[in-house]
């Protein structure tokens, strides 16, 4: 196997053995770390230099719809879930084809290595067959990202003549076909989940079935939940669940902002997991984001961006949005109970949000033992950015790389990102043939064209108001 030593770097482990060392040396033998420290060597090693660079771990990216990103640049104005599935599932979604399909995944997996991302949980709920579903895989494949594939399935609009997607249980005969095909080991790049309707969005029973299904096929389901009293297709549906024992650390929560107490509790004592999408939750709903009420029951916060078209999916965007929200919402209670500004120290630091985004990623899609950290052993997915650009030049002098990276850097300064030990970014490039991203680009702007146009979908910015007009 090939070695690669990367030397003189200052480290992020993430791993509290190890810490922020540095001046430290990182060998890599194949597609793991085989040791971290001080003054490392290796017989015909290939040396990188990382004199002025941080290294951290691979951030993970625990909840992106990456089929998406061709649809940037339109949701800004969307109010609530209301404007959001009316838009994207009972319209644009509609005129997907599989080559959509393609080219989302595929630009959207890239967009999110070039920002230091290395893990994503592609929560694909655009599949209507196979031929989707391949094709979504073959981007990612491509991409050379690791992913976790939620493989999931079509909300269409509901009409008279259809079965309504909400009763309709999760296709067996797909998850066998990829479980026992592609996705046969855990043990490769990309690895399979389903991302399944849950209470909120699909009825009682198909929420048994597909849990049920998913633990046959020893697979990680995940359900959009947010919890809203009122808007849920089963009201009791997590508690009813959690009696009848399918809640567990193979559940995954995306949001969960809206919970009741008793129903966070009730879950987090079932071992679920919960993604915080700050960013979505900000936007559109009326809850804060799922990060120190998790805290509180002893539960770890993994992050995500969600939604191509409201927002940037960087995670470091992410990242740095996930810490200012905490730190507001640390801030409010505090001076609820008079105790602000005399604190003396604040609850949530820029290292808590550098967690969520890598080892409570890790931890959410059961790669803690592969990745999150750069520890000997696991898996070599890691960013290093360049701290003599504008951006960290001065912000690196400080002592404390991790304020640097989670406050300060952007994409740019992401100069190189290794998956599995193959570098998927070099001297601040995506290794991807260019000419064939620039076609993709070319492509994936005819592919936005033509949605819009078959949906009738019209973006009208006001030319003086603050509200843009939207037309479906």
Same mark, same amino acid.
Request: charge should be negative.
């Given at each position: 196997?090939?070695?690669?030593?990367?030397?003189?770097?200052?480290?992020?482990?993430?791993?509290?053995?190890?810490?922020?060392?540095?001046?430290?040396?990182?060998?890599?033998?194949?597609?793991?770390?085989?040791?971290?420290?001080?003054?490392?060597?290796?017989?015909?090693?290939?040396?990188?230099?990382?004199?002025?660079?941080?290294?951290?771990?691979?951030?993970?990216?625990?909840?992106?719809?990456?089929?998406?990103?061709?649809?940037?640049?339109?949701?800004?104005?969307?109010?609530?879930?209301?404007?959001?599935?009316?838009?994207?599932?009972?319209?644009?979604?509609?005129?997907?084809?599989?080559?959509?399909?393609?080219?989302?995944?595929?630009?959207?997996?890239?967009?999110?290595?070039?920002?230091?991302?290395?893990?994503?949980?592609?929560?694909?709920?655009?599949?209507?067959? =196979?031929?989707?579903?391949?094709?979504?895989?073959?981007?990612?494949?491509?991409?050379?990202?690791?992913?976790?594939?939620?493989?999931?399935?079509?909300?269409?609009?509901?009409?008279?003549?259809?079965?309504?997607?909400?009763?309709?249980?999760?296709?067996?005969?797909?998850?066998?076909?990829?479980?026992?095909?592609?996705?046969?080991?855990?043990?490769?790049?990309?690895?399979?989940?389903?991302?399944?309707?849950?209470?909120?969005?699909?009825?009682?029973?198909?929420?048994?079935?597909?849990?049920?299904?998913?633990?046959?096929?020893?697979?990680?389901?995940?359900?959009?939940?947010?919890?809203?009293?009122?808007?849920?297709?089963?009201?009791?549906?997590?508690?009813?669940?959690?009696?009848?024992?399918?809640?567990?650390?193979?559940?995954?929560?995306?949001?969960?902002?809206?919970?009741?107490?008793?129903?966070?509790?009730?879950?987090?004592?079932?071992?679920?997991?919960?993604?915080?999408?700050?960013?979505?939750?900000?936007?559109?709903?009326?809850?804060?984001?799922?990060?120190?009420?998790?805290?509180?029951?002893?539960?770890?916060?993994?992050?995500?961006?969600?939604?191509?078209?409201?927002?940037?999916?960087?995670?470091?965007?992410?990242?740095?949005?996930?810490?200012?929200?905490?730190?507001?919402?640390?801030?409010?209670?505090?001076?609820?109970?008079?105790?602000?500004?005399?604190?003396?120290?604040?609850?949530?630091?820029?290292?808590?949000?550098?967690?969520?985004?890598?080892?409570?990623?890790?931890?959410?899609?059961?790669?803690?033992?592969?990745?999150?950290?750069?520890?000997?052993?696991?898996?070599?997915?890691? =960013? %290093?950015?360049?701290?003599?650009?504008?951006?960290?030049?001065?912000?690196?002098?400080?002592?404390?790389?991790?304020?640097?990276?989670?406050?300060?850097?952007?994409?740019?300064?992401?100069?190189?990102?290794?998956?599995?030990?193959?570098?998927?970014?070099?001297?601040?490039?995506?290794?991807?043939?260019?000419?064939?991203?620039?076609?993709?680009?070319?492509?994936?702007?005819?592919?936005?064209?033509?949605? %819009?146009?078959?949906?009738?979908?019209?973006?009208?910015? =006001?030319?003086?108001?603050?509200?843009?007009?939207?037309?479906?």
């Amino acid at each position: 196997m090939s070695l690669t030593l990367i030397k003189n770097a200052t480290l992020v482990s993430m791993d509290s053995h190890i810490g922020n060392p540095e001046a430290t040396d990182i060998l890599i033998d194949g597609g793991k770390i085989a040791a971290v420290g001080k003054n490392l060597s290796a017989d015909n090693a290939t040396v990188i230099d990382a004199s002025h660079h941080i290294v951290i771990p691979g951030m993970v990216n625990a909840h992106i719809h990456t089929w998406e990103f061709p649809l940037r640049g339109i949701g800004a104005g969307w109010v609530s879930s209301r404007d959001y599935h009316g838009n994207m599932h009972q319209n644009l979604a509609t005129r997907y084809t599989a080559r959509d399909v393609y080219l989302g995944n595929l630009l959207g997996a890239l967009n999110q290595i070039h920002h230091g991302t290395t893990t994503i949980m592609d929560w694909c709920h655009i599949l209507k067959d =196979a031929e989707m579903t391949d094709a979504a895989i073959d981007a990612l494949d491509e991409s050379g990202i690791r992913a976790v594939f939620g493989r999931g399935t079509v909300k269409p609009p509901v009409t008279a003549d259809t079965t309504p997607y909400y009763k309709i249980p999760f296709p067996r005969d797909e998850i066998h076909r990829l479980r026992t095909g592609r996705f046969a080991s855990d043990d490769q790049l990309l690895t399979l989940a389903m991302a399944i309707l849950g209470p909120d969005w699909g009825e009682y029973d198909v929420a048994v079935h597909d849990i049920r299904l998913a633990r046959e096929y020893g697979l990680i389901n995940s359900a959009h939940t947010y919890g809203r009293v009122g808007k849920r297709k089963v009201e009791d549906g997590m508690r009813r669940l959690a009696k009848e024992g399918l809640l567990g650390s193979d559940h995954n929560i995306a949001h969960g902002n809206c919970f009741e107490e008793d129903e966070l509790k009730i879950v987090l004592d079932a071992g679920c997991t919960i993604t915080s999408t700050c960013f979505t939750e900000m936007m559109n709903y009326e809850k804060p984001a799922m990060l120190s009420r998790m805290l509180k029951y002893g539960g770890t916060p993994s992050i995500g961006s969600d939604c191509d078209p409201y927002f940037n999916s960087s995670m470091l965007w992410v990242t740095r949005h996930a810490f200012h929200h905490q730190r507001e919402l640390d801030n409010r209670t505090l001076h609820a109970v008079k105790a602000w500004p005399a604190a003396t120290q604040h609850a949530t630091h820029p290292r808590d949000a550098l967690y969520w985004a890598t080892m409570g990623g890790a931890k959410a899609l059961k790669l803690d033992h592969k990745i999150g950290s750069i520890t000997p052993g696991k898996q070599a997915d890691f =960013a %290093m950015f360049d701290t003599t650009g504008m951006n960290l030049f001065a912000a690196a002098q400080s002592g404390d790389p991790v304020h640097a990276v989670v406050m300060y850097a952007e994409a740019a300064d992401v100069k190189n990102v290794m998956v599995a030990g193959q570098w998927k970014k070099r001297d601040g490039e995506l290794v991807y043939d260019k000419a064939k991203l620039a076609r993709l680009r070319d492509d994936v702007l005819a592919s936005r064209l033509r949605m %819009m146009h078959e949906s009738n979908y019209v973006y009208q910015p =006001a030319a003086n108001g603050p509200q843009p007009e939207y037309r479906v």
